[in-house]
Every structure is written in structure tokens, then in C-alpha cells.
């Protein structure tokens, strides 16, 4: 059995692609998710990768989702933080709760995933974690206070935790998406989309599996000395 790899928010749209490419690097594969076991369900018949359900957002359900998957699956080398939501809206009209929502989960689950597998990579000498930022991270989005600072603060996270994983040879690193092609971003109407395209240099939205490809990289043996870095996969639209 390979060295096992979790990806949170593992089922669908990116998380998926991210399982898939990293299945197709030899290591083992476990999807978490939150809520939707439809999609699980269709997950695993589809792609034979075992889903494991708990909120990111919940310290004590990582810590304990991790020790099940570590006693099943085995011990845990790999860490995709993708899990996240949105709840946009300008200040004036957005509620504690929508603030709060988005920074536990986004920004929180990075931490509690961190933090239920860090002590175990330390242990074995060897680890890789890859938190998913955001353009809307780097550049601001307009109605987007919460998942901009939450994203934003992933990137400093990545940056900090880096330093006290190196001498242990646990790299930690973020990507930053930016407009790809998933159900999330195919919600926005069509005419804010082709505004949105505009601005992309290449000239169309990315595609899931080209993010994939970053993760799966600075999840290798190969990205051994990068560490601290955010890797900006946005088509040129925010050059950082």
C-alpha cells in the first residue's frame, strides 16, 4: 500500500480531481466530505476511493476522523486542505454567522486538519500538507470579505507552519485557483461569467485537473525542497 493521502472537500469539483490525480501517483486515497452523501455515494462507486464524513470546521471531529482513517486506511503522509464554502454578500448585509461560517470552515479546517495529522508526519519524518487558497485571496473580491480573509489567511498560515515543519520534512504549501470550471463557478450568471473571462489572459476559465496537477506536484517526492510557497494557477489574471 502506498502512503495515504486525504483530501478534504474530496467529491466533487476540484477535491476530485485532486483524489484522482494523486490515486493516479501511487498513493491511497481517502475523500472527506460534510453533508452531501449522494455525491459521496456516486464518488466512490465511480472512482473505487473510500469517503470518510466529518466537518472540517469541528476540532474534535478532525481529530477523531483522522485517528479512523489512520486505524482503516493507515497512517496518514498527506494532507489536501480543499474544503471550503461561501457565503458572499457586501458588509452591511452580511451577518455574524456568515462571517463566522466561512472563516471556521475555510480558514479553521486548515488548522484542525493540521493539527490532527502534524504530530504523525513529525513522527515519521516525512510529510506533505497543501491548503487551497484563492486569487480572491491575493486580490480581493468585491462582496467577499469573509472568504477573502480567509483564504488570505491560509496563505499565511501555509507560510508559517512551513517553518516548523522543514526540519521534520514536512513541506507545507498552498495553491491558489483562480475562475475554474466547476459547478461552483458555473452558478455565476452568464453575464458576470463573460465579464470574468475577459480578464483571464488565457482567455477561458481553468480546468480542475490543472490544479490537480499543482497539488499532485508539491505532493511528490520531486517538490522535497519547496516549501512555504503558494503556487498561483489563475491564468495570469492576478500575477503575484
Given amino acids: 500500500m502506498g502512503k495515504v493521502a486525504i483530501v478534504t472537500g474530496g467529491t466533487r469539483g476540484i477535491g476530485r480531481a485532486i483524489c484522482e490525480a494523486l ?26 476511493i473510500a469517503t470518510f464524513k466529518w466537518d472540517v470546521g469541528d ?29 458572499d454578500g457586501t458588509l452591511l448585509k452580511m451577518s455574524f454567522e456568515d462571517w463566522n461560517d466561512v472563516m471556521r470552515i475555510n480558514l479553521g479546517g486548515c ?14 519524518g ?9 486569487i480572491n485571496g491575493q486580490a480581493g473580491q468585491y462582496g467577499q470579505v469573509n472568504y477573502a480573509a480567509a483564504k488570505s489567511g491560509i496563505h499565511g498560515f501555509t507560510k508559517a507552519l512551513a517553518q516548523e515543519g522543514a ?31 475577459a480578464k483571464i489572459p488565457v482567455g477561458r476559465l481553468g480546468q480542475a485537473q ?31
Wanted: charged share 20%; net charge negative.
Fill in 59 to 87: 476540532h474534535q471531529a478532525c481529530i477523531e476522523g483522522c485517528a479512523r482513517v489512520t486505524e482503516e486506511v493507515g497512517p496518514i503522509h498527506a494532507v489536501v486542505n480543499n474544503a471550503g464554502i461561501t457565503r
Fill in 111 to 124: 488548522f484542525n486538519m493540521a493539527k490532527a495529522c502534524f504530530p504523525g508526519m513529525k513522527e515519521r
Fill in 167 to 197: 526540519r521534520f520534512s514536512i513541506t507545507v504549501n498552498a495553491v491558489a485557483p483562480g475562475y475554474i470550471d466547476t459547478d461552483m463557478v458555473a452558478a455565476v450568471p452568464e453575464p458576470v461569467l463573460e465579464k470574468i473571462v
Fill in 23 to 48: 490515486r493516479e501517483d501511487g498513493f491511497t486515497v481517502v475523500a472527506n466530505y460534510a453533508g452531501n452523501d449522494d455525491a459521496a455515494k456516486k464518488f466512490t462507486d465511480e472512482t473505487g
Fill in 126 to 134: 516525512w510529510g506533505r500538507i497543501v491548503n487551497i487558497g484563492s
Fill in 210 to 240: 490543472e490544479i490537480a496537477r499543482g497539488v499532485s506536484f508539491l505532493c511528490s517526492e520531486d517538490a522535497g525542497f519547496v516549501t512555504g510557497s503558494t503556487m498561483s494557477i489563475n491564468g495570469g489574471q492576478h500575477m503575484y
